[in-house]
């Protein structure tokens, strides 16, 4: 117990419970109850880390039944959705047992990190072969297309961001990494022609023209830059953001918490927020590149640009340097499935460092 406590990576844990409590204060600001069941699944997340980082499961990563066993089972709870599952927010993407709501597509993007960091620690050496980024592509691909069909666009673009993390982190020669850009070009095309609803088109082309239906299709990003534009350096305090308090901000509780905690919090705590989160990637990264196992390197690294893609893809669409496809902040936004899967991360992260130390 002893040699546990000092080899846990407090750093880590200390990140994380920064970030959360962000969160928990913007919430309390914004909504009572949000705030209380948020504070039950921030409880549930310490021990879903803590409880990783004990029990002594990191040889599965070794085994090839159990990792795409783990692919496949999640591949199959995002079925569920499409006879079971109810519609929120326009997606059929939850699946619900009670007063339990629960996303299988988080548990797809971890599923991905785990069958990619497998497949690519096995092919080390010829990554860069067509055949093999084929096939990671297809990997990536079943679970991307079921989601981007109930419809969340969201998600199955940061399984695919995921990939092509995968393929450089591999050192892929130039040629081939712009084969698999195309294949994500023809992918994105796909799902433009196809799996789009007209209010996700609406999304982008308010992205590439930012002036137009300020009442409509850019509402949502003109109030967010509103919020945080008229923050200041100190905010206007806690319960203090008009944009935030007077309703005028939507989602502030998940897509668009970022700019509501700055509205109350200002340039300041939005400086407090953004370098806890790089010190949090940086710790990931620098964790990574120390192990000598390429499998559990590229487990720890691919979790990294789950963070990664989540916190630039929240911050960029509360700003507008990226379109809005309803992304939320890792252990910051609202919402039980993503803060116990972010959690579940850290936790694979403390285990594999704890026996690496070993």
């Known amino acids: 117990m002893r040699g546990w406590i000092h080899d846990f990576d407090w750093l880590l844990l200390g990140c994380v419970t920064v970030l959360a409590s962000m969160g928990l204060v913007t919430l309390a600001s914004i909504n009572t109850i949000f705030f209380f069941r948020q504070v039950l699944w921030f409880v549930l997340a310490f021990f879903v880390i803590i409880g990783c980082s004990r029990i002594r499961w990191q040889w599965l990563f070794t085994q090839s039944w159990f990792r795409y066993g783990f692919y496949w089972v999640s591949v199959g709870l995002l079925l569920v959705p499409y006879a079971l599952g109810h519609t929120i927010r326009g997606t059929k993407s939850w699946i619900i047992l009670g007063p339990l709501q629960f996303e299988p597509s988080e548990l797809a993007k971890v599923a991905l990190i785990v069958v990619l960091a497998g497949f690519f620690s096995r092919r080390y050496v010829a990554a860069w072969q067509s055949k093999n980024i084929a096939l990671s592509f297809v990997y990536m691909l079943i679970p991307a297309g079921l989601i981007a069909m109930q419809p969340d666009i969201g998600s199955a673009l940061v399984l695919g961001g995921i990939w092509l993390g995968f393929l450089l982190m591999n050192g892929i020669h130039k040629r081939r ?4 850009l195309a294949l994500a070009v023809v992918l994105l095309f796909v799902l433009w022609m196809g799996a789009l609803r007209p209010y996700q088109k609406d999304r982008i082309t308010g992205f590439i023209f930012p002036d137009i239906d ?6 949502n990003l003109i109030q967010s830059k509103i919020a945080i534009g008229s ?3 100190f905010g206007k305090g806690f319960g203090g953001g008009t944009q935030t308090q007077l309703g005028f901000l939507p989602e502030a509780h998940t897509d668009f918490l970022f700019a509501s905690f700055i ?15 790089v010190v949090l990637l940086f710790r990931i990264a620098t964790t990574g590149l120390r192990l000598h196992r390429n499998d559990e390197k590229f487990v720890v690294l691919g979790i990294g640009l789950f963070f990664l893609i989540h916190f630039f893809v929240n911050i960029g669409s509360n700003i507008g340097i990226v379109p809005i496809i309803g992304i939320g902040l890792p252990f910051v936004s609202y919402g039980g499935s993503n803060l116990l899967t972010a959690a579940l991360l850290i936790g694979i992260i403390e285990r594999i460092k704890l026996v690496s130390q070993t």
Do not use: Q, S
């Not at 300020?214 to 509402?219: C, I, K, R």
């Not at 509205?263 to 989160?277: C, I, K």
């Open 177 to 180: 990494f712009l084969i698999g």
């Open 214 to 219: 300020p009442l409509g299709v850019n509402y």
């Open 231 to 233: 923050a200041g350096f």
């Open 263 to 277: 509205e109350e919090w200002g340039l300041l705590g939005g400086t407090v927020l953004v370098l806890t989160y």
